[in-house]
């Protein structure tokens, strides 16, 4: 791809990101008024635990196989053998996480409603399963894939409006999004099917079980990076309840949506970025400076903005009544530049590089981190000492990242 094309495809992707963040704040807008701090709670408690399941079926396909589709895209059989392993993989993988979904929810004592609860749980999965966005991002279709995600977010919203009301309605936020998943879902399987011609194939038990093994040091790296980002939220709802959750999360939600406004870039960058650190390593380093560069300086003025306008953001957005999220959004903008830079380095530097065992520790070393920090910060300082947790977390990552990769525009690899 040349660079002009490169620019193009990041400014139209930058801009369905940038109309996805907006219909992600109106959801928020709506639904945190409408519902109250608790039933918000409650529902951002749910889709942690709704992740965790998805997570586990996604495994490293995301990275793992749109490396594969990217060389080789020109071979049509070939494609259509990655493609039909890989979502046969992710089938097994989601039966595997209903059974575990079954026994946590029927077992534990916090979901007094448990059959509905696995119909959200099963919904979600299905619907996560037909949409394989891995197949996109792997034939270099950035602007597909995010079109695909604002289309259900367009989707979901007008429905939101429509039908919740009131508190006792957050249910009906699940059933939505399970309805829109699979819909969306559906359409897409058959538009790839005619699109790029692929033809699904059978595969046997061993190839399916040989993908899963081959990508599991990405699904475990992976996995210590997730768990990291939501044990902190997981340990506020389970410590200090879903009003504390409710609080902290409105505040997390806005800084995800200024750090998706970068996506576009490392979205379009990531397999071109797999390409290139084979066939042309200079020039894939060139690329990454004047991408890392970008990314460094819109992270600091977004940081600097949120940090000064965290009142009247809060405020518009869900009313005095979250007056509590105002200094946690003040303490998260000290964490935007951090997380934009270690997501730069492991999704723009390790995969493509081959780096998989400093991305695996890294990402295991904040995992450990995180409990040991984060625990007693919520027990001393509540919701505030879990944001600044937060904050020490992203420093402690970014510096141990810097600290392994400080030479590597000298020397083609590290080792570690």
Not at 16 to 37: D, E, N, W
Not at 209 to 221: C, M, P
Not at 312 to 325: A, L
Not at 354 to 371: A, D, V
């Amino acid at each position: 791809m040349h660079i002009s094309k490169l620019i193009r495809s990041i400014f139209l992707v930058g801009i369905i990101h940038a109309i996805s963040a907006f219909l992600t704040i109106a959801q928020i807008i709506y639904l945190t008024r409408i519902l109250g701090v608790e039933s918000w709670g409650g529902i951002v408690y749910l889709q942690l635990i709704v992740n965790y399941f998805i997570w586990l079926s996604n495994w490293g396909f995301y990275l793992h196989t749109t490396k594969k589709l990217s060389n080789s895209r020109n071979d049509i059989k070939k494609m259509s053998k990655i493609f039909s392993t890989t979502i046969l993989s992710q089938f097994f993988l989601t039966l595997i996480s209903l059974f575990l979904a079954a026994i946590l929810i029927f077992v534990s004592t916090r979901f007094p409603n448990k059959i509905f609860t696995f119909f959200i749980v099963s919904g979600l999965l299905i619907g996560n399963l037909t949409q394989p966005l891995w197949f996109l991002n792997g034939l270099e279709k950035v602007k597909e894939s995010a079109a695909i995600q604002a289309c259900s977010k367009l989707l979901v919203l007008p429905l939101i409006f429509l039908l919740i009301h009131k508190s006792s309605d957050a249910p009906i936020f699940f059933i939505i999004n399970i309805f829109v998943s699979i819909s969306v879902g559906i359409c897409f399987l058959f538009w790839i099917k005619h699109k790029y011609k692929i033809k699904f194939e059978l595969i046997d038990l061993t190839e399916i079980f040989n993908e899963i093994k081959i990508s599991s040091h990405l699904f475990s790296s992976m996995i210590w990076a997730n768990l990291s980002t939501t044990i902190i939220p997981m340990l506020i709802g389970s410590i200090s309840g879903t009003i504390s959750l409710g609080y902290y999360s409105l505040a997390d939600r806005i800084r995800s949506s200024v750090l998706q406004l970068l996506h576009p870039v490392t979205h379009v960058l990531f397999p071109r970025l797999c390409l290139l650190m084979k066939s042309n390593p200079i020039e894939a380093k060139k690329l990454l400076i004047k991408a890392g560069s970008l990314i460094l300086l819109f992270s600091f003025l977004s940081s600097i903005l949120i940090y000064f306008l965290a009142g009247p953001i809060i405020h518009r957005i869900s009313g005095p009544t979250y007056d509590s999220s105002v200094i946690i959004l003040k303490i998260m903008a000290f964490a935007i530049p951090l997380m934009a830079f270690s997501e730069f380095l492991m999704y723009q530097v390790l995969i493509p590089s081959g780096m998989y065992n400093l991305q695996h520790n890294s990402r295991f070393f904040t995992f450990i981190s995180s409990p040991l920090l984060t625990y007693p910060a919520i027990i001393y300082a509540g919701i505030i000492g879990a944001a600044v947790s937060n904050v020490i977390l992203e420093l402690f990552l970014v510096g141990f990242l810097i600290y392994f990769l400080r030479n590597f525009f000298l020397v083609k690899r590290v080792n570690i």
